[in-house]
């Protein structure tokens, strides 16, 4: 009689990093200060939804809203909030140095 032939053991699944929902404020620059959320709105009118996510700084109140998609990630809103601060600060840079005409 031969000997019965064993299976392979199944692989085990890595499991994914979990990423992060608290963040520091670019403002006051606490740690883990800003909280990121996702809300779905239904408006009454049919199936209409608005789709908001935001960041929020519960020591200097701080606040970022933009529209979110299905594969927006609560990263993805911080991300977004300190790409427009550089905006703006940028912005208000190169007003400053450019030069009047008079």
Not at 13 to 37: A, E, G, I
Not at 66 to 92: A, K, M, Q
Request: aromatic share 8%.
């Amino acid at each position: 009689m031969g000997k019965r032939k064993s299976r392979a053991k199944p692989v085990p699944k890595k499991p994914q990093p979990k990423l992060d929902v608290c963040f520091t404020c670019p403002f006051c620059n606490h740690d883990k200060s800003v909280d990121c959320s996702m809300y779905l709105l239904f408006l009454g009118f049919g199936d209409m939804k608005l789709k908001i996510g935001g960041a929020y700084c519960r020591v200097c109140e701080a606040s970022y809203a933009t529209s979110i998609h299905h594969l927006t990630e609560p990263i993805d809103i911080y991300g977004e909030w300190l790409d427009e601060c550089e905006r703006v600060n940028c912005g208000e840079d190169n007003s400053r140095k450019r030069p009047s005409i008079a």
